[in-house]
């Protein structure tokens, strides 16, 4: 046609409002007339969440506030039908960002938002903007605003229950639903998500598309949505349409309907979104432009205003088209459905179908028609439906339906303090991390949680030996027409890797619905991910999207740099690093040795698994004492290089298992330790790195101390924590009007001298004998990452520094090439320490 005209429920929030007890009811099946009073209050509640957030607030900022009346208008319909009538309790929803004022709306008439939210919307501490499931406080599922990442987010979450279902047994039944603009569908990962093979056969999934036609900027052109269609059956999809309106079908099966049909569906866009903005009276040229006798013919026979809401009559604001194609989707049991419901951007408001629409806001007498036309007064208009009408009746009734029954909470997952990995001979961190993970997987007390994943890049990561052990799922078991006698691959029901294709989205966007399963599927999981690093970035808004949320899991970027040098630019990570430190609820970690990535990773799971028991704390205290309190995800950057442990065995030997530990632990450790030589003179140097680089940074180390210089080498095995523990100390400083003190994370790990003109409280720079001087003992960072990362260590210390990194796009070479391209060779390192120490 026409052209392309063609959440949750809650668990009872602390507070609870005004209502009355619920009444008895015959109340299963919903009285359409009672939906249609509903979602006139929703409609009007939804616009004038927006308008108060505009117009009763004063920010005093000037900056404007926004909102979006049509977008949410645009679903109000089709909401109103799934909360009012056809969702469960176990149900989960993700909503459309723009239509979160419809979401707020709706669960202040079932009662589940106070009152007093209702005028916040995107104020501080209020409403959010678009719907957050750490943010807002009435149950969001699912949280949306960068379209199409929330839109397939449900899909993986109902992959998360298949694979819980299997692994621990049938919980009650969910259906993921998700409410998307059809503008979503023009970003990839919304097909990336279905054309993945782990999202099959998901037959509890329904997704509906708000055909608005109408994106941000414009109507979207021409015809799209056979092509649509096409492409969700493609993958599997059951495809319907909730398209005319019963009085439009009426229409059609009259004599000459079908022409009239004909030109609906051929009409572009563009033609059929210029009728709304048109009064009834000239509908009916506009809407003939071009058209055949016969639908002229046809139109003749009505009435101006007739025709004109003929022709807009869109099955997506009638309740009983959607319900009927909602309950048509539940019939297809064996693969996802999707719902095109035509709708009108902007329905009901006089800003109707207007092509400018996105970000329009009705004025003041706009909005004082539109009370009135709802039959309320500005005294009034904030309340819930009447209790004593049969619309509260059932808003109350349809409260208690949707409740959930709070989960108990899990037992907690009791992951040890370190995998065992014996670690002698020279390894790397991607061949540790293998390592570590099929020893966890002989782990009675670990083992069911661990579930890992990638994408198609599980084998070169490292995972052969945990999927060799563990197996690959599927739902059902499928048979292995090759054998491998290196790598199993048995595919089945019991299977504890969950492979992807080539979609770092759908990697993330999976890794983050593992990492809820606690809460949306009452699991705890623990899930570990793997992505060659530099396709972090390829994956970066799912990452943020998923950990915005509020998901944990581990994911190892690897192998990461220039070290993995013959494999040229292309796939020779650099700014990850920094990625890493700078994102939120995600705590970046880059070891060099085995044994500590062993700590690491276990301190790791320990706090996935205690923030997912729904513990929400610090991890539980190991032998070595506790694992810094996060409560976020972990991101551990690892490379092929493989490198002497010997040196590290030296540090072990030197501070003792338990010191070590908690240092490794906090962020850094001293791997070299020459303060005897500087303390008896020697001038002193301090050279920090990570990772990949440490063989070069000792080499480096030892050259120094030939030529009489006393360099100590600090491993930073996570320049997140380090830079966290110093910013808190700042912070802490600014809020209170005091003197910041070095976190204890630097005061470990760094030579005393180095911490010269930013001492810690009480222990002022002069204090410190052989500091070399008033600026202290100067600083060298090496890292195969952007200088950058490192780089605030020389203001964090007070001292001199001078950053190496890999400030320019990789190449192809050896790793003594690459490192002499980028001055991560031992002779610039020494250079390096000489040029640091000559800024003193
Ligand atoms: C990844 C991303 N890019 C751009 C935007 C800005 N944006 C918000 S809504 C929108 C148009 C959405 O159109 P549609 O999905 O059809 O929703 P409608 O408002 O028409 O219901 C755009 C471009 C965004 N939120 N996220
Ligand atoms: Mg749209």
Redesign the pocket.
């Known amino acids: 046609m026409v052209a392309d005209m063609s959440g949750g429920c809650h668990d009872r929030p602390a507070s609870e409002p005004d209502l009355p007890a619920p009444p008895d009811l015959p109340a299963s099946e919903p009285d359409l007339s009672v939906l249609a009073e509903i979602q006139q209050r929703v409609l009007w509640l939804a616009t004038r969440i927006v308008d108060a957030a505009n117009h009763d607030r004063d920010t005093g900022d000037g900056v404007k506030v926004g909102g ?1 009346q ?2 949410s208008a ?2 109000v319909t089709a909401m109103t039908a799934l909360y009012f009538a056809y969702l469960d309790a176990p149900d989960r929803v993700s909503v ?4 979160s004022p419809v979401f707020h709306a709706i669960q202040y008439l079932l009662g589940n938002l106070d009152r007093g939210y209702l005028p916040t919307l995107r104020a501080f501490g209020g409403l959010q903007s678009y719907p957050s499931r750490t943010k807002d406080p009435d149950g969001v599922d699912f949280s949306t ?5 929330g839109a397939a987010a449900p899909l993986f979450a109902a992959a998360t229950r298949r694979y819980v279902d299997a692994h621990f047994g049938a919980r009650p039944r969910s259906r993921y639903v998700a409410l ?6 023009d ?1 990839g990962n919304i097909w990336e998500a279905i054309a993945d093979p782990a999202t099959d056969g998901l037959g509890d999934v329904l997704w509906i598309v ?1 055909v ?1 036609r ?4 414009r109507v ?1 052109p021409g015809v799209r949505i056979a092509q649509w269609e096409q492409q969700f059956a493609a993958a599997g999809w059951h495809v319907t349409e909730a398209k005319y309106g019963r009085r439009l079908q009426a229409a059609f099966a009259q004599p000459g309907g079908a022409a009239l049909r004909d030109w609906i569906d051929a009409m572009p866009n563009e033609h059929y979104q210029s009728l709304f903005g048109l009064q009834p009276a000239d509908v009916r040229a506009r809407f003939c432009d071009g058209a055949p006798a016969a639908v002229a013919a046809f139109c003749a026979g009505l009435a101006d205003d007739d025709l004109a809401s003929l022709v807009t009559d869109l099955a997506g604001h009638d309740l009983g088209a959607l319900l009927a194609a909602f309950a048509e989707c539940d019939q297809a049991k064996d693969r996802p459905s999707v719902v095109f419901a035509y709708t009108i ?1 902007g329905w009901g408001l006089p800003i109707a179908g207007n092509p400018r629409n ?1 970000s329009a806001l009705l004025s003041t007498t706009q909005i004082d028609r539109l009370r009135e036309q709802t039959g309320l007064t500005p005294g009034t208009e904030w309340d819930r439906l009447d209790p004593m009408t049969s619309a509260g009746q059932w808003a109350a009734a349809r409260r208690e339906h949707l409740t959930r029954v709070p989960a108990a909470p899990a037992p907690l997952v009791a992951v040890p303090d370190s995998a065992g990995l014996r670690a002698g001979r020279p390894t790397s961190t991607q061949e540790a991390f293998g390592r570590i993970l099929v020893e966890l997987s002989r782990a009675q007390s670990v083992a069911p949680y661990l579930v890992t994943t990638a994408p198609d890049v599980a084998t070169s990561t490292n995972l052969a030996g945990f999927i060799n052990r563990m197996g690959v799922f599927s739902p059902a078991a499928r048979r292995a027409w090759s054998q491998d006698p290196v790598l199993k691959w048995a595919e089945g029901p019991a299977g504890q890797h969950i492979e992807l294709g080539i979609s770092e989205m759908n990697l993330f966007l999976l890794l983050g619905q593992l990492g809820l399963a606690w809460d949306l599927s009452g699991q705890p999981l623990l899930p570990v991910g793997t992505v060659y690093d530099p396709f972090v970035l390829r994956g970066l ?1 799912a990452f943020i999207y998923s950990v915005y949320s509020g998901a944990r899991f581990i994911v190892a970027g690897t192998p990461s740099g220039v070290t993995l040098a013959p494999e040229g630019g292309a796939h020779q990570s650099t700014i990850t690093a920094s990625v890493g430190l700078e994102l939120p609820n995600v705590t970046f970690i880059e070891p060099a040795y085995a044994t500590a990535l062993d700590w690491l990773l276990c301190g790791a799971l320990q706090s996935v698994a205690a923030a997912n028991a729904g513990a929400g704390g610090p991890a539980p205290a190991g032998a070595g004492g506790p694992a810094p309190a996060e409560a976020g995800s972990y991101y551990f950057r690892l490379t092929t290089r493989s490198i002497d442990q010997q040196p590290f065995q030296a540090a072990r030997d030197r501070l003792g298992d338990a010191m070590l530990r908690r240092q490794v632990l906090a962020g850094a450790y001293r791997l070299v330790d020459a303060s005897a030589a500087a303390q008896a003179g020697a001038p002193e140097v301090c050279l920090a790195a990570s990772g990949a680089v440490l063989p070069e940074v000792l080499v480096a180390a030892a050259e120094l101390a030939d030529e009489g210089i006393a360099a100590s080498v600090v491993d930073v095995t996570s320049a997140d924590r380090l830079y966290r523990a110093w910013q808190r100390t700042l912070r802490q400083a600014v809020r209170t009007a005091t003197t910041p003190s070095l976190p204890g994370a630097l005061r470990g790990a760094f030579p005393a001298g180095a911490r010269g003109v930013a001492p810690g409280a009480g222990s002022p720079a002069a204090q410190h004998p052989g500091s070399g001087g008033s600026a202290g003992v100067p600083v060298v960072t090496a890292h195969d990452a952007a200088s950058h990362t490192l780089s605030w260590l020389g203001s964090a210390l007070g001292v001199p520094a001078v950053s190496l990194g890999v400030d320019s796009f990789g190449q192809s070479g050896s790793v003594a090439d690459l490192y002499r391209a980028n001055d991560l060779d031992s002779g610039s390192i020494v250079n390096a320490a000489l040029a640091a120490l000559s800024l003193r």
């Open positions: 979006h049509a977008s645009s679903l459309k960002p723009h239509a605003g960068s379209v199409g990442l998307l603009g059809d503008a979503e569908l970003e708000d608005n109408q994106s941000l900027d979207v951007k996105h808004d």
